[in-house]
Each structure stands twice: as C-alpha cells, then as structure tokens.
C-alpha cells in the first residue's frame, strides 16, 4: 500500500524550540492529515489539509502541503513537554479512498 | 465529549482461544477501523468497515473476522490466538474521509502465551 515516511524518524529538542517534521508520501491524494500518539495511547487527529491547500493553521501547529513535491510538513511553534509524543502523517490509500495508510511516526521529544 | 470505547486496555490470552475485541463509538461514525500497531511496522489495517453489515478487508486480514451488527459497534475477532498475534490493536471511526479525521479508541494491547 502506498504510505508516507515521516522523517526524522526521532526529534530531540527543547521546551521553547520549534519542532518540524516532514512526511512524503507516493501517490496523488485528495488530503493528508496529521496524528499525534502519546505513549501506548490511541491517536488523535490533530489536522486535515486538502490537496487544495498550501498551508493550515491550528494553534501552535503549522502544517504545508506541497502536491508537486508529494511532501508535507509539520511545524510545532513554542513546544513544550506536552507535546512530547509521536506523530504520523496519514493519507487516503487512493484517491478519496476512506482508508488511511500511516506512516511510521517521528519521535518527538520535548526537554524541560 | 464524543468518543470510541475499547473494551479492554490490556488483554492476556492463551494460543488457540478465541478472542473477542470490542469497540464502540457514540458519533454514529459510518465508518469504523481495527488496525494493529507493531514496533518498526506502524499502523495496519486489518479490517474496515463502511456500513452496518459491511466489511472490507485491509492489508493483512489473515487470521482476523469482524463483525458489525450495529452501527456503534465493531468487533474484532481472532478465530485461534497465535503468538504472532501479541500486538496493540486500535479501533477508529469517522464520518466520510472528507469531513475531517478519525477518532482512535486508547488501543488494546493484547498478548498471546
């Protein structure tokens, strides 16, 4: 199945820091969205972009989305240690398919 | 607040049992998902479903049955424990892909002895 690869595979940094990860991802899609896993917990959906979109906003989160490069971004601003956890980029496995293929995750570590 | 109930968080079975794994959601989602997640494989999806009675299967169904009887409730079933099997398992339910995200039960880790 098609998948994205979020690099880095693990982010060290400190509270305060920005963090960014990026995901790339094979196929056309018609949107990509990002995830957040807290250790041995579920995950949280935390952004929906459209194939449409360039850039969302929510909160300290920044996501762009670059169709010609079939790459994304994940920017975190002012981090702090809550938002250590790992996040996963998502996209449909065709098209408008309602299945999602995750990636492997960035590790992100956030250090008082 | 709106969320997908797992039945258990941790879960130890012997190989060859029959294994039941509930999942519940309250959003009247039409689409509901299991997925295991290994160290080093991420996430897998191991069955959908897009209706009541409905099921697709997802890229490694082998060994898994599901069932769908009402539209809250999805169940994943292991017809024969193996120990290939120890894995955590996420349930998640959506509205159609393009109203936004799924929304993820707090996992199941189940181990096979």
């Known amino acids: 199945s098609q998948q994205g690869e979020e690099d880095p595979q693990a982010l060290s940094i400190q509270e305060g820091e920005n963090a960014t990860m990026n995901c790339s991802y094979k196929t056309s899609i018609n949107n990509l969205q990002w995830y957040r896993q807290n250790s041995g917990r579920g995950l949280v959906h935390l952004i929906l972009i459209r194939s449409n979109e360039r850039e969302k906003h929510s909160g300290r989160l920044r996501v762009t989305l670059d169709t010609s490069k079939k790459s994304s971004s994940l920017l975190i601003t002012a981090s702090r240690a809550a938002d250590t956890a790992s996040y996963f980029c998502?996209?449909?496995?065709?098209?408008?398919?309602?299945?999602?293929?995750f990636g492997k995750g960035t590790k992100l570590t956030v250090n008082p | 607040d709106v969320k997908v109930t797992q039945s258990s968080r941790y879960l130890v079975k012997r190989t060859g049992e029959k294994v039941f794994l509930e999942c519940v959601q309250d959003?009247?989602?039409?689409?509901m998902f299991w997925y295991r997640q290994d160290p080093g494989l991420g996430l897998r999806l191991i069955y959908f479903s897009y209706d009541v009675k409905m099921k697709e299967k997802g890229d490694i169904p082998e060994g898994y049955s599901v069932s769908r009887e009402k539209k809250e409730r999805f169940s994943l079933i292991l017809e024969s424990a193996s120990t290939n099997q120890t894995s955590m398992y996420l349930c998640?339910?959506?509205?159609?892909?393009?109203?936004?995200?799924?929304?993820f039960g707090s996992g199941t880790r189940l181990t096979v002895v």
């Open positions: 959003m009247d989602h039409e689409n």
């Open positions: 998640a339910s959506s509205f159609p892909i393009g109203s936004g995200g799924y929304t």
């Open positions: 998502a996209t449909p496995t065709q098209g408008g398919s309602e299945k999602l293929v």
